[in-house]
């Protein structure tokens, strides 16, 4: 699978942005779709992830209810909307894909991964 991440970008407080992932590979049915990031000094962290069958999600409580995970199977695109943005969410975004079945939030469960589009939140 392969994976390329963009849509990042510098946006003041309370704005948007949508990061896009385009995905292929022969096995994406087979997977799950995550976005991760991580900060400067900090861990990557589980953002949300969706299911390419079923479209099944699964937010980390800190982005639950601003941030939106959608796919477009036709397109083999993943999408990330970010609404309601804080500085706190500043990080370098990371699209990843892992194996199908219940949604993991543990990076090491996800195999493979695009290079990072840097999202910069100021105050």
């Known amino acids: 699978v392969q994976l390329q991440a963009s849509g990042g970008g510098l946006v003041q407080a309370g704005g948007s942005l949508r990061l896009s992932c385009a995905a292929s590979?022969?096995?994406?049915?087979?997977?799950?779709i995550g976005w991760f990031r991580q900060a400067p000094g900090k861990e990557r962290e589980f953002v949300a992830a969706v299911t390419w069958v079923g479209g099944s999600t699964l937010y980390a409580d800190s982005v639950k209810g601003r941030f939106t995970i959608s796919r477009d199977n036709a397109k083999n695109m993943v999408y990330l909307q970010m609404n309601s943005l804080k500085p706190e969410d500043t990080a370098v975004y990371y699209c990843a894909a892992g194996p199908n079945g219940p949604i993991r939030v543990g990076i090491a469960e996800y195999a493979y991964w695009g290079q990072g589009t840097q999202v910069t939140v100021s105050s």
């Open positions: 590979g022969r096995t994406l049915s087979r997977n799950v």
